[in-house]
């Protein structure tokens, strides 16, 4: 799954066929953060990670281009919370967010 968070609009779009509960989420609330439009900040997070049957989502792995990207996906992951119980349960997600300016 790529989302891309573009500096014109600041909203995210996911390459995805049938976007999960996860997938939905990831796309409204990794955006293109304000601090990187005002430094005109761009790059790419690579991020690994398992949703844990509470709910929370374990980051596994990182890879980046911009450490302050990957703090901001890092900030916002940790924040999402599903309910326990959820079918999403288990599964492993691997996600590439793109932050660039359209020109």
Do not use: C, H, W
């Amino acid at each position: 799954m790529i989302i891309s968070a573009t500096g014109s609009f600041a909203n995210t779009t996911a390459t995805i066929d049938s976007p999960s509960k996860v997938e939905k989420l990831l796309k409204k609330t990794i955006t293109f953060p304000e601090f990187a439009k005002q430094e005109k900040i761009e790059g790419v997070v690579l991020v690994s990670f398992t949703v844990n049957n509470d709910g929370t989502l374990k980051i596994n792995l990182t890879n980046e281009s911009s450490e302050t990207l990957k703090k901001y996906v890092i900030e916002k992951i940790k924040s999402i919370k599903l309910l326990p119980g959820n079918r999403e349960q288990g599964k492993t997600y691997n996600v590439k967010f793109e932050f660039k300016y359209e020109k």
